[in-house]
């Protein structure tokens, strides 16, 4: 596709539930990324993948959090039994080396916890 | 650990009036550096990015970008700005030894007033 896109847009929960948001990468963009942006803040990292490779999930916060790219295209990040602190922007990104792995960003899904 | 510190949370000016948003960051290795807008309702898009060479950076819409080096800072400017420039800007750091993740620092919301 032309840019980064991510589904849905808007999630609302109830905590306790569990989430899963999907992000579809510019094609042939090798490197996928995962960050998190709570209100008022700038983004942090959470992970990491090269093709199907997740290479760094230092920045995941909690072993709720986990995220995949079983194909090394589309990523789904999944958040256990969410909590009210999880509420935040969701905003994935890709790469390639052919840019310099200059980051290109999707739109975000935003996560509110009820 | 290594941080990203802009030091202007809100900025508020006038159309025409010149801009200059400051970023500094505490990692001493090599670095790339890039700054990001984002627009009311939009997603994160790239503004200009610095890797090497010339430390003095021009990218879209006017705006450049000086690294420098002793200072640890990669201040972001505009001459001129107009209402279109209303948006929040971030300033990113990638240490080279860290891997691909950005480290962002946590925004400057600037408005323009007409």
């Known amino acids: 596709g032309a840019g980064v896109s991510q589904s849905p847009r808007y999630k609302v929960a109830k905590r306790g539930q569990d989430v899963a948001l999907r992000c579809d990468p510019i094609?042939?963009?090798?490197?996928l990324f995962w960050y998190q942006q709570a209100l008022g803040q700038g983004p942090e990292f959470l992970t990491y993948?090269?093709?199907?490779?997740?290479?760094?999930k230092s920045g995941l916060p909690s072993d709720r959090f986990f995220a995949e790219r079983p194909e090394g295209s589309v990523s789904t990040l999944k958040i256990q039994r969410t909590q009210q602190e999880d509420s935040a922007v969701y905003l994935c990104?890709?790469?390639?080396?052919?840019?310099?792995?200059?980051?290109?960003f999707g739109p975000g899904t935003r996560l509110t916890v009820l | 650990a290594q941080s990203v510190s802009q030091h202007n949370h809100h900025v508020i000016l006038s159309e025409a009036a010149s801009l200059e948003l400051g970023c500094n960051y505490s990692?001493?290795?090599?670095?790339?550096l890039f700054w990001y807008v984002q627009y009311p309702g939009q997603h994160l898009q790239l503004l200009l990015k610095?890797?090497?060479?010339?430390?003095l950076v021009k990218g879209i819409k006017g705006f450049e970008a000086e690294f420098i080096k002793s200072k640890f800072s990669f201040n972001l400017r505009k001459p001129s700005v107009q209402w279109s420039d209303t948006a929040e800007y971030f300033c990113?750091?990638?240490?080279?030894?860290?891997?691909?993740?950005?480290?962002f620092g946590g925004g400057t919301r600037v408005l323009v007033k007409p």
């Open positions: 990104a890709s790469s390639s080396p052919n840019e310099r792995e200059t980051q290109f």
């Open positions: 993948f090269q093709n199907e490779a997740q290479l760094d």
């Open positions: 610095y890797f090497s060479g010339d430390p």
């Open positions: 094609s042939g963009h090798v490197s």
């Open positions: 990113a750091v990638r240490p080279k030894a860290a891997g691909n993740k950005l480290t």
């Open positions: 990692y001493g290795g090599t670095v790339n």
